[in-house]
């Protein structure tokens, strides 16, 4: 686990792409993530008994969320699952996508007819998000877009492939345009001529925990459990067995988890050092620990804030948690919902 990102103010050019994030659209980098087609007759029966979401009903130019869960119902990765007519393809986390291919076919089994195939060099993938996002698809000529979540509209780009993907926003609407290197490297200029501003990978950081979104590493990992990231959609209570999957459903039964993923807001300025593989810092009520703390940015709309892991007893925020010499405010995700 890496926590590479430290609270500092946002430069002059940053600061622009963060206000266009709410008032205009910004292009992000997303060629990190992992791209995998998983194609032939078994393809949705096999990701259906390895995560956590209803796979096999999905049609094409519809996709989900889905979580690649160990025995225990522990997070390997949140994996996104866009369906076409010609297989499958899954988006990973940024970094993950050979760890992940390499799982995935580790689980075939010998009467399984499926091919698992990596797409990383064939496609790249460019985020695109703000309240300006769709009216700068329509500007270079791509109007149609789908509106539901994880809805795919497959079309071309100066006569390539494309994928419009509906994904989870940052400050206003949020698509994932999937091409080849040459197409999206073009489409990328096109969108920045239309007036779209570049993201840079610290500013994204602000931006997701101000949205709330886990990441890996942060807040996916081994240590947590869909349920307590907040992954309720997801999740499938109706589908049949799936690796992890007794864990998972005896927690929604019995309504207890021993922790949650929320917000917080730091009253004073926290000092700690991070360490690889282990969290930031932990929450403590009267020196007893409370939770986590997995990331952290310093906002232009809210001062230094984080995401993290509180134990159930303190969730509802009547008892003051401490962290690192100052005191933390349980804040309800989106950040945007309470300020």
């Known amino acids: 686990m890496s926590h590479e ?7 002059r050019a940053e600061a622009m792409a ?17 791209r995998i087609w998983m194609r032939d007759r078994d393809r949705a029966a096999l990701l259906n008994r390895l995560t956590t979401n209803q796979i096999e009903g999905l049609h094409p130019g519809q996709g989900c969320e889905t979580v690649l869960t160990s025995p225990i119902g522990r997070i390997i990765d949140l994996l996104k699952v866009i369906c076409l007519d010609e297989g499958l393809l899954v988006v990973t986390s940024p970094g993950r996508g050979p760890a992940i291919l390499q799982h995935l076919r580790k689980q075939v ?16 993938q460019l985020g695109l998000y703000g309240p300006l996002a769709k009216e700068l698809l329509a500007e270079v000529g791509l109007g149609s877009v789908p509106l539901h979540a994880y809805g795919m509209l497959a079309t071309t780009w100066r006569d390539a492939p494309l994928y419009i993907v509906v994904t989870r926003p ?12 040459a197409a ?44 307590e990231t907040g992954l309720w959609d997801a999740v499938s209570f109706a589908k049949g067995c799936y690796v992890g999957q007794e864990i998972i459903a005896r927690m929604e039964s019995r309504g207890r988890l021993a922790k949650a993923l929320r917000g917080l807001r730091f ?33 232009p709309r809210y001062g230094l804030i984080g995401l993290g892991y509180v134990r159930s007893a303190y969730l ?20 945007g919902l309470r300020t």
């Open 109 to 124: 089994f010998f009467n399984d007819k499926v091919q698992i195939e990596d797409a990383s060099l064939q496609l790249s």
């Open 267 to 299: 009253i004073g300025r926290p000092t700690f050092a991070s360490s690889s593989g282990q969290p930031l810092a932990h929450l403590e009520v009267d020196g007893k620990e409370a939770g986590d703390l997995t990331s952290i940015a310093e906002s």
């Open 316 to 335: 509802k925020g009547d008892q003051p948690l401490q962290i690192a010499g100052c005191t933390t405010e349980l804040v309800e995700l989106p950040f």
């Open 18 to 34: 963060y206000a266009a994030a709410y008032e205009s659209a910004v292009l992000f980098a997303g060629s990190d993530r992992g």
């Open 170 to 181: 940052l400050g206003g609407a949020g698509f994932w345009l999937i091409a080849p290197p």
């Open 184 to 227: 999206l490297a073009q489409l990328n200029r096109a969108l920045r001529s239309a007036g779209a501003y570049t993201l840079d990978s610290d500013t994204y950081h602000v931006l997701r925990i101000e949205a709330g979104q886990p990441a890996y590493g942060h807040e996916l990992s081994l240590d947590y459990i869909p349920l």
């Open 5 to 11: 990102h430290v609270p500092v103010a946002i430069p």
